[in-house]
């Protein structure tokens, strides 16, 4: 069953959001050459106390951290740790979320540590980032969920992969709705399956969690021994963004973006919803 939020509970989804949104930042400055994926984690919490906030990823199914750090090859899901220091040419993925009054936020982003990044390696982050974003214009009255996962497998399809080939748009892992859950109905692929159908009608009060992930290769993964860590199988770099949308009566709003999405929504030829908290 899909949650359909009122106006006043997407105001609420919006604090846990913009909580989240702090921690982006913060974690963002912070991974730096040397710093370690521990000292991300530290951050996080201290973000989270700060706004009052608690994290929705500690202990969930047992997982032993706040945030997810994902370093080059790792796709999602990786631990935090002392012994994952960060050096010049790492990428990283950080996953997150927060909890406001029992309200979700979820949203990720991929950061490139120190400079000297591969010119395919800055692309791919920017076609996964704008995939992304073409999924989120596709969330409005009218649509259903294939039509987020088109616009999102589109978007990829289209950009020309420097050095030839395809991108590998992971299959094993997607968005989904997001509200006093983290994760609730519906699955949302980043990809269209037919056997899937066309899924539910979007309407106002639907809440969704759109993040691709997507690799220099392969599509496939495989988790390691930590029961946690989601590798690409033929160990190519990959990246992932998310943000958490809520789709209004105006429109969608970017639960977890500073600015509630307006900006980019603008250059999409799309209006945001006004932000409730503004």
Not at 92 to 108: K, L, P, Q, R, T
Not at 209 to 236: K, N, Y
Request: hydrophobic share 40%; aromatic share 6%.
């Amino acid at each position: 069953m899909v949650q359909i939020k009122s106006p006043e509970q997407i105001a609420k989804m919006r604090e846990a959001g913009l909580v989240v949104a702090a921690i982006h930042a913060a974690t963002r400055e912070a991974a730096v050459p040397g710093a370690t994926t521990k000292d991300l984690d530290q951050v996080a919490r201290k973000v989270l106390a700060e706004h009052g906030a608690k994290p929705n990823f500690l202990g969930y199914g047992g997982f032993p951290a706040t945030i997810c750090t994902s370093v080059n090859e790792v796709v999602v899901h990786g631990i935090p740790s002392d012994e994952v220091v960060l050096k010049d040419g790492d990428v990283i993925s950080i996953d997150c979320g927060a909890i406001v009054d029992g309200w979700h936020g979820d949203a990720a982003y991929t950061a490139f540590v120190g400079s000297g990044h591969a010119p395919e390696l800055i692309e791919l982050s920017r076609v996964t980032e704008e995939s992304m974003w073409a999924g989120i214009a596709a969330m409005k009255q009218g649509n259903r969920l294939v039509d987020i996962s088109r616009a999102v497998e589109t978007y990829i399809r289209r950009q020309p992969k420097p050095g030839g080939g395809r991108y590998g748009i992971i299959e094993d892992y997607g968005g989904h709705g997001i509200g006093t859950e983290m994760h609730m109905d519906p699955h949302l692929l980043n990809y269209v399956d037919r056997r899937r159908g066309k899924g539910p009608k979007l309407v106002p009060g639907f809440c969704l969690a759109i993040e691709p992930m997507v690799s220099l290769g392969t599509p496939r993964t495989r988790v390691l021994e930590d029961e946690w860590t989601v590798i690409t199988t033929d160990g190519t770099w990959s990246s992932h963004w998310e943000h958490s949308v809520a789709l209004t009566e105006q429109g969608p709003l970017v639960l977890t973006a500073p600015d509630g999405g307006k900006a980019k929504l603008a250059e999409l030829g799309i209006t945001a919803a006004p932000d409730p908290l503004a």
